[in-house]
């Protein structure tokens, strides 16, 4: 039977059918589902947290890999079809909970995160794996096209943003390919793509102590995207720092401040937060 046909045989028999509000759309491409398996890198070892379980196609693939296997999915009728249609993998289990909201310090590290979610709690989720980057192995994503490119971007593109700087800040992100709409059901209305991203050992780059404000001073230079980095970061002298102390820093690091913020690098952006510190 095609993972097609099980998938709408499953919700059928169920009663259940695909909720918007919730973004849900059921992979059934086989292929679709193996790129994701095989981007995840799952050993015999690992721990992996599935986000998103719906009818359990990928959670039986990873289950088949893994060691251990939790399966977080928000919707109470899914949560209660995976229970049922899973219970004879003794390696899993089935939490029904909101992903935003789960206790991930509660699971052994290092673990493997394995997600496919919508567009709207993207950001959110990257700053829970954020938090727990030191007890992560690996994460891969599988999200909207536009969304892996922004956790993807370099300096310079269009995709390029406060999220793609704080990813490479603590992240390296690999591209697996791209995920026709149609390997889903229902198809949603743009292509996925499958993304890991796996915690660095240590920062590409030297900002001292204060990362959160190192990174706040990023989100500022992209809160306006048309508007030139020194005009954004003008928001700095609510933190001590003075129109001068700012056109200063940015001087002394050769960054014109005509420029707009997509432009800088990750380095560039380190090196202007060292020189504004300097001046605190």
Not at 96 to 101: I, Q, R, S, V
Request: aromatic share 6%; hydrophobic share 45%.
């Amino acid at each position: 039977m095609s993972l097609y046909r099980r998938t709408r045989g499953i919700l059928s028999a169920h009663g259940v059918r695909p909720r918007k509000a919730l973004g849900q759309h059921f992979v059934v491409d086989e292929e679709a589902l193996q790129a994701v398996v095989d981007a995840a890198e799952v050993g015999p070892d690992d721990t992996v947290l599935e986000i998103g379980g719906g009818v359990g196609a990928l959670t039986r693939a990873l289950a088949r890999r893994a060691r251990i296997v939790h399966c977080l999915e928000i919707d109470e009728a899914l949560a209660a079809i995976l229970t049922e249609t899973l219970a004879d993998f003794p390696n899993v289990t089935v939490h029904h909970t909101d992903a935003l909201k789960f206790p991930y310090e509660t699971l052994p590290a290092p673990y493997a995160v394995v997600a496919n979610i919508p567009y709207q709690i993207t950001a959110p989720l990257v700053g829970r794996f954020i938090d727990e980057r030191e007890r992560l192995r690996r994460v891969t994503l599988t999200v909207q096209r536009e969304v892996a490119r922004r956790l993807h971007a370099s300096a310079g593109t269009k995709d390029y943003g406060a999220l793609s700087v704080v990813v490479a800040y603590y992240f390296e992100t690999r591209h697996h390919g791209d995920v026709p709409a149609e390997a889903f059901w229902p198809p949603p209305k743009v292509d996925s793509a499958v993304l890991s991203m796996s915690p660095r050992s240590a920062p590409p780059v030297e900002v001292g102590q204060d990362e959160e404000a190192f990174l706040a001073m990023v989100r500022k230079a992209f809160a306006h995207r048309r508007k030139t980095l020194r005009n954004n970061l003008q928001a700095l002298r609510a933190q001590g720092w003075s129109a001068e102390a700012v056109d200063q820093a940015m001087a002394e690091v050769d960054i014109d401040g005509k420029r707009r913020a997509e432009t800088l690098t990750l380095e560039e952006f380190a090196a202007l937060w060292r020189a504004l510190a300097a001046r605190r």
